[in-house]
């Protein structure tokens, strides 16, 4: 009787979510590969029209200790929809936000943390609140925050309007990111220095894939408070800022399969 031939690839799986080493039953997948893709496939379009839920975001922003509730604004775009055929409009406020936002008043803030739902409301329902604590506890106290704001049908840019009318000398955008086929719950963090409306992806500093099973929220907030400090040293974000904060890019285990909510 013929051996069958071990997969060599096979114990690479302990140390990556990718898809590697699949196996095949005739000339096709096996069938548990199969249905495992389907599922991460249905969970990254589930977390793209996840409705983000501000109340109960709320309440978690209040045991983080956020004491004032945030400034909750809305994008140009309407609803789920008109927000994925029309970028464009997710990255202005419509206008009731903006007079939200006018009689907030602009007070010269250091910083202005913004939290929108982006292409997943899923990530910012189940990170959102804890990775804003960690970041505001990695703070310097003596820092200027401004207030908090939460914007819905939110794309990166909006939060360069936010910060430009509360004339915030810089503003981080925490931001649902396009959900991969293991990673639905994934969330960026985006830097700006000097923001207003009209600067481009070049003008930011990127912190991607924060989530438990990815960079964790705490190494994530530790990398924004360095990027802030030298973006306030040299006066600029984006190209010409360089990550050189020597923190690790990922906090997962050794074997990533063991960790909770691995697909």
């Known amino acids: 009787m013929t051996t069958p031939s071990r997969d060599l690839w096979a114990h690479l799986r302990q140390h990556t979510p990718a898809r590697i080493a699949l196996g095949r039953t005739g000339v096709s997948l096996p069938t548990r590969e199969l249905l495992d893709f389907s599922l991460a ?11 983000l839920d501000t109340e109960a975001l709320c309440a978690d922003l209040q045991q983080q200790g956020w004491s004032s509730p945030p400034l909750l604004l809305h ?25 939200r936002l006018g009689s907030a008043g602009a007070e010269g803030h250091d910083l202005v943390l913004v939290l929108g739902d982006g292409l997943s409301a899923l990530g910012i329902q189940q990170h ?12 310097d106290p003596a820092l200027r ?10 794309r990166v840019a909006v939060a360069d309007e936010v910060g430009e009318r509360l004339g915030a000398a810089a503003v981080a955008m925490v931001v649902g990111e396009r959900p ?3 990673s639905p719950d994934s969330v960026g963090i985006y830097l700006t220095h000097a923001p207003r409306v009209g600067c481009s992806d070049a003008q930011r500093n990127c912190i991607s894939n924060v989530r438990p099973t ?14 802030l400090g030298e973006s306030r040293r040299v006066g ?12 690790p890019l990922t906090g997962l285990p050794t074997n990533p399969q063991s960790a909770p909510g691995l697909n």
């Not at 496939?41 to 409705?51: C, E, G, M, Y």
């Not at 990815?214 to 990027?227: H, N």
């Not at 190209?239 to 904060?245: N, R």
Request: hydrophobic share 45%; aromatic share 2%; no cysteine.
């Open 145 to 154: 925050l401004g207030p908090l704001v939460v914007v819905r049908q939110a």
């Open 75 to 99: 994008s140009q775009a309407r609803d789920r929809h008109e927000y994925l055929l029309r970028p464009d409009l997710g990255r202005r406020l419509d206008a009731e936000s903006v007079e």
């Open 128 to 139: 959102g609140a804890a990775l804003l604590g960690a970041i505001r506890r990695a703070l």
């Open 180 to 182: 991969g086929l293991s």
């Open 41 to 51: 496939h249905a969970q990254a379009r589930d977390a793209i029209h996840l409705p």
């Open 236 to 247: 600029l974000t984006g190209v010409g800022l360089k990550d050189h904060s020597g923190l």
């Open 214 to 227: 990815g960079q964790d929220l705490d190494t994530a907030a530790r990398r924004l408070v360095w990027l």
